[in-house]
Structure formats: C-alpha cells, structure tokens
C-alpha cells in the first residue's frame, strides 16, 4: 500500500513523515526545505493488522498547478503513480490558506485522510476547529495530529484512518475539475468561487478567540528581528554568539577529549610497530592515515556544536527573518527573495542547498542562485575555518563571522555582475514568503540534526579523507623514480613536483608554497582535506590543544610551521572558502542549472572571485600592516585586471542585449 | 613479517573505504558523507524546461 504525503509548505510533512517512518529527513521551519520526494515504511508499531504501508514525503505545493519544479514533482507524483490514499497535511494554524489545496486533492477521486497538524499550536491560542463538521463538510476522515510529540500525538489514528480509507470511492467536495484550464478567465472565476466555498468551511468550523489581525508579541519581535538594517547587526551578534560558543568555549572543551583518543591511538599503534617496521609503511599508516584523518575528526567536536545551535536558530523561527532581512538587498541585485534559503540551507552543506534552487521559478535567478550558494561556508569548510582561526588569530569568534558575512557580500557583488552578464539588469521581483511562528526550539530536532551532519563527517573522514591523505602521504613519500625522498629533499617529491606549478600562481597571494597549493587542490575533492593535508605534508599529528592551539607533540607552534603571516593566512583561508566548492557540489550545480555555459562560467567566476579577493586582502592587508605591498604584487595585479577585464567585457555585451531588450539604440 | 603485516592493514583500510564509497555510490549517494545531500537522483527528478520563465 502506498501512501502520498502531500500538503502546503512548512505544514509539516517531513515532521510527520519522519515521526510515522522512523527516518530522520532534514526538517526546517520555513517553507521550501524538501524539494524531492522521499520514501519510508509507516511503523509497524503505528499499523493493526499486517499491511505493509510506503508513505512517500512531496514537496510542499499550495496548488496542483505546478508554479515551481518542485511542485510539480508532487502534482506528477499523483497523476502517474496513483498512490492508494493521500494524507494531507493541513496546517491548522492556517486552515483557510490550507483548504484549497485539499479541495483540489479531493476531486482527484483518490481517498484523502487529512491530518490537521500543528493541532496543539491553535489549543494555545484557545483556537478550536470542529472536526467532526470539517470531515463532514469535504467528505473525508480528519484527523488531529502533533508530529512533535511522542505520546498522544493522533499518528495512530491517522494510519488506521488510512487503512480504512484505501479503495473507498473520494467524493469531491468543491467540483472545479471541469473547468477549461486555457481559459483563464474561467480558471480565475473558479479559484474565486473556491476561495469562497473554503472561506465558508472555515467559518463554519473554526472559532478564534484571538484575531489573526490582532497585534502580538510576535509581531513585536518580528519589528525589531525582521527590519531592514536593525534585523542586520542582530544577525551579526547572533551569528558571532554561535562561532564563540561553538569553537571558544564549548567546543573545544569536547575536543580535548576527542584529541586525546586520537592521541592515544596515534601513540598505541606507533607502539605496536615498534622499529622493525619500514619508516615508510610506518609514516603512511601513522601520519597519512591516523595523523591525517584525526586532524579533521579532530575539529568534530566544534562543528557538532556549531550545528547544534544553528538547528535551535532554525527550528525556533529565526533563519526565516533572516531570510527577509535579506531579501530587501537580494531584490535589488536581481536575486529572488527566495534565494536566501537554498543560501541558508547552504550553510550546513552546499548541494541540498543548490538543489534547494529548485524553488526558484525565474532560470536566470535559479542559475545565478546555484552558482551563488557555495559562497555561504558550508559544514566541510568549518574545520579549515577552525584552523585558520584558531592557529593564526587569537579571537576565533571573528573570524568565523565574518566568513559568513564575506560571503553574503560576495553573494551580493556577484549578483551584480551576474544580472548585467545576463543582460536582466531591469528585471525585478517579488518575494512572498510565510513567516512561520517563533516557538521554543526542539532540542530532541536539534540532537537528531547535530548526530545526523556528525554522522556524515566521520563517514567522509573514513573513506574520502582517509583515501586523500593515503595517497598524499605516498606522493608525498616517493619521487617519480618511486625512490623514497630523502630528509630535506622533500621538494623532489611528486606531490611537491605537481603542486609546485600551483604554487606558483599562488604566490601573489602571499602562499605560493607547494604544500599549501597541494591542500588546496585536495580541498576540491573535499574541504575537510585541506586539514588533513596540511597535517600530512607539514607532518602534524593534530591542530588542537585547547590551551594553546598549539602542536601538542612538540613545541614548534603550528603557525611556526606552516609559516604564514596572519595576512597571508586570512588569505588562504578565504581563497580555500571563496573558490569552487568540491567536486560533489560542482555535480549538484550542473544538475540544477542543466546548461554547460552556466556551469563552466560559473567556476571560472567562483575562481576569479576567489583569487581577486584572496589578492586583495593579502596585498592590502600587507600593506596596512607593513607599510609595503607584499610579494609579487606586480604580476598579481596583472592577475586580476585581467580578470576584472573579462568581467567589465561580458558585462557590456550584457548591457548591449538589455538595451535592445528595452528598445534602445546604443 | 612486521612489514607484510602492515601492508595487509593498510590495504584492509583503504579497502574498506573504497567498498564504502562503491557501495554508497550504487545506491545512487550524489556526495559520500554529506548531509541530507547523499540518496537523491544524480540529476534533478522535475522538468525545469516546463518551468522556465523569464519574469
């Protein structure tokens, strides 16, 4: 039996579906977050009887006129897989807005079940809905439900419900389905006539004591969280408390711990081998893969942490303001207002937030959004974040903050350049978004959200990782004669022969050293393995020591051996982050943007971006702090003019075809 | 004897990792260890040409 969840957006069908499967999908609390259909078993324990029930989770969708692609994977779900029965998720905070979709469902002839979700957010606001009228108004079970609580929750009312309801003829409530769709006058008259007969419903079965228009306290916040430049250094102080939380306080209080594990691994295992072993199968087996993997699993901890909180900003209501604050600035470079949440979402890991363009109904703003997103500092960029911070600058808040924010500048210059290459610089748009309400964040979410991305950290630390610095350790071992590098002729290596030509272009940057150009070119494949190349070819064991952000074996202090300027190092560090993203996520922008031109302008653009600001920061930090440009300023700047060139060029063709568009002669 | 043993574990390791990845790609994993961004189609399972607007 099969069963389709289908609903408004941020109804809360993942949190239903999650809570009838047993599955931990991504939730968030705005709208937009799942943009593919997933499939789960329904709970044996939830089900009487032995049937085996497949629910399939949709896309939120608030008509079934498809308006965006994600819609229409939930409108053709329905046309051409004939699911047994739909429940349909009803936000019952919002029941008037939610009825029109259900009566579109219901004239499909499929049985509906509707789950009346969020029932507990209206007993607060002393909200009441007959649901016995209700079910009798649109001919279908109705069925009261929390998704967010264990106990008394609906959910096995709901699949008994469904059980029952499978192969009962549907009758439709609201007949609109004979209506000619190419007229669109009729379909109008008819949306029209719709509204009315739900508007009718509502009154008869809800009774509100506190008005919707009435102010409240959460209007209040959203007045002062929301507002157009007041809602900005709020972000900044929020987003300053998470990073000093996460990688000053707590955070590294739980590294210690982990790091001393790894330690004493490191330790037992290089007991075991003793001296009979090879240095050489030795040192890869010590250094390439305990030391290498360790490194970044080091940095666990912080990033747990990190994604910890952010998950409580989600769930209690806040990234949606966020999103709106945003939104003034993002129309005004040509971006969707919807842009900001495949952003945010980017922010844990850059391809569900590139696929999370989907939502974006206008290509040029889809496109532009997916090359844009990878921008935002994603999870696999936190541990080199991390290091940088806390290796080269003693207060590590800032630096993680302002990541972020250089980011969203970059975001914002970028579409810029990007809405004049297009030749759309006069094209405008509208964002319409529901502000879900604020509510006292789920910690268990929280939990599930910080144990899931953890999950996933140590699995890449275990296979691509672990595979990387395997094979960074045996080039970095060997010559091209697979002789072993004798001490101090590490230069000869292979890793140290290809990354070398790297380094080159690297060195008007301030880092042209080849074993920085080789963990940056690692950091494609994956950004945690710039960490753990950096542990490999220097020969760390691991970054943290909570006292110091010191080597904890040795006393040569990390920086020390790297040998950085704090300059150069914000360099790297923003070069590693404002470049391409890996190689999985290059994978994810040529899904959504389904055009070749886009895709290798769009890493071209990510790479001159990258470079020109790495530039600039290292040159112009240089000069701030010495009193003198630093090296190779000259061909650098060479560089980027050049690259500025090419930008300034496709920006006047891009001009020359908006002009036309607007009837203009030039 | 040391050195054969040694060789064995690091292949076992790295052997392990690749099953990993294979097994995981097999499975249709866009990115192995990312969150919420691994079991999904490789390419987008909605039709953007019947979407596209230039509004």
């Given amino acids: ?666 | 004897m040391g050195n054969i043993i040694v060789i064995l574990i690091i292949l076992a390791i790295v052997a392990v990792a690749i099953a990993k990845i294979v097994i995981e790609k097999r499975k249709g994993a866009k990115c192995i260890g990312c969150p919420h961004g691994g079991a999904s189609n490789s390419r987008c399972s909605c039709n953007h040409s019947d979407n596209k607007s230039k509004g």
Wanted: hydrophobic share 50%; charged share 15%.
């Fill in chain 1, 1 to 666: 039996m099969k069963v389709a969840l289908m609903g408004n957006p941020n109804s809360g069908k993942t949190t239903l579906f999650n809570a009838i499967t047993g599955k931990t999908e991504h939730v968030g609390n705005w709208a937009g977050v799942t943009v593919e259909k997933k499939e789960g078993r329904i709970k044996k324990s939830l089900i009487k009887g032995n049937t085996e029930i497949l629910a399939v989770d949709l896309p939120g969708a608030y008509s079934m006129s498809p308006f965006s692609s994600e819609e229409s994977v939930t409108s053709d779900f329905v046309k051409n897989e004939n699911p047994d029965v739909i429940i349909n998720i009803v936000d019952a905070t919002n029941l008037s807005r939610s009825l029109f979709f259900t009566t579109q469902l219901l004239e499909l002839g499929i049985p509906v079940v509707i789950a009346l979700n969020k029932s507990d957010l209206n007993k607060k606001k002393a909200t009441m809905i007959n649901v016995e009228v209700l079910s009798k108004r649109l001919q279908c079970p109705v069925v009261e439900t929390i998704s967010t609580v264990r106990s008394k929750n609906g959910l096995e009312e709901l699949i008994s419900a469904v059980v029952n309801a499978k192969g009962k003829e549907q009758q439709a409530a609201f007949d609109g389905a004979a209506v000619n769709l190419a007229d669109k006058t009729e379909v109008e008259a008819s949306d029209k006539k719709r509204f009315e007969f739900v508007k009718t419903i509502v009154s008869e079965v809800e009774n509100r004591k506190v008005s919707s228009s009435k102010q409240t306290s959460q209007d209040v916040a959203d007045r002062i969280l929301a507002h157009k430049w007041l809602g900005i250094p709020i972000f900044a102080a929020v987003m300053w408390a998470v990073f000093s939380i996460s990688q000053t306080y707590v955070g590294p209080f739980f590294a210690d711990t982990l790091v001393g594990w790894i330690d004493g691994l490191y330790g037992w295992v290089e007991g075991l081998l003793g001296e009979g072993v090879s240095p050489v199968l030795s040192s890869i087996l010590l250094d390439g893969i305990i030391g290498g993997v360790g490194a970044v699993v080091g940095f666990l901890p912080l990033i747990m942490v990190l994604f910890f909180l952010l998950a409580l900003l989600e769930d209690c209501g806040y990234m949606a303001r966020v999103a709106v604050v945003m939104d003034s600035f993002f129309k005004k470079v040509g971006l969707s207002g919807k842009s900001i949440i495949p952003m945010i979402i980017g922010t844990g890991c850059a391809i569900p937030g590139i696929m999370a363009t989907r939502t974006i109904k206008n290509e040029r703003q889809r496109r532009t959004t997916a090359m844009l997103t990878p921008f935002m500092p994603c999870g696999a960029k936190l541990p080199v974040i991390a290091l940088f911070s806390g290796v080269f600058f003693n207060d590590a808040a800032w630096v993680g903050t302002s990541m972020y924010f250089i980011g969203i500048l970059l975001i914002i210059i970028g579409a810029l350049i990007l809405v004049r290459i297009t030749g759309e610089k006069n094209a405008r748009s509208f964002f319409i978004m529901e502000l879900p309400e604020y509510k006292f964040p789920s910690i268990k979410r929280a939990v599930i959200e910080m144990l899931s991305r953890a999950k996933a950290f140590i699995i890449k630390a275990g296979t691509i990782i672990l595979l990387c610095n395997t094979v960074v350790q045996i080039m970095q071992t060997f010559d091209w004669k697979l002789q072993v590098v004798a001490e101090g002729a590490e230069n000869t290596s292979i890793l140290a022969s290809i990354a070398s030509p790297f380094a080159i272009l690297l060195i008007p940057l301030g880092f042209g050293v080849w074993q920085l150009a080789a963990a940056a070119v690692t950091g494609f494949i994956a950004k945690e393995n710039v960490v753990g190349t950096l542990a490999v070819v220097y020969g760390i064991t691991n970054f943290i020591d909570t006292e110091e952000l010191a080597l904890i074996e040795g006393a040569t202090n990390v920086s020390d051996v790297i040998g950085l300027t704090s300059v150069a190092a914000l360099a790297y560090l923003m070069f590693n982050l404002f470049t391409p993203p890996c190689f999985a996520a290059i994978g994810a922008m040529n899904a959504e943007m389904e055009n070749k031109k886009w895709l290798w302008g769009g890493i071209a653009f990510q790479l001159g971006m990258g470079y020109t600001v790495s530039f600039i920061t290292y040159q112009i930090g240089t000069l701030l702090t010495t009193g003198a440009f630093g090296t190779a300023f000259l061909p650098g700047l060479i560089a980027v003019c050049a690259i500025a060139g090419v930008v300034v060029y496709f920006m006047r063709l891009g001009n020359v075809k908006a002009n036309k568009k607007m009837g203009l002669s030039v």
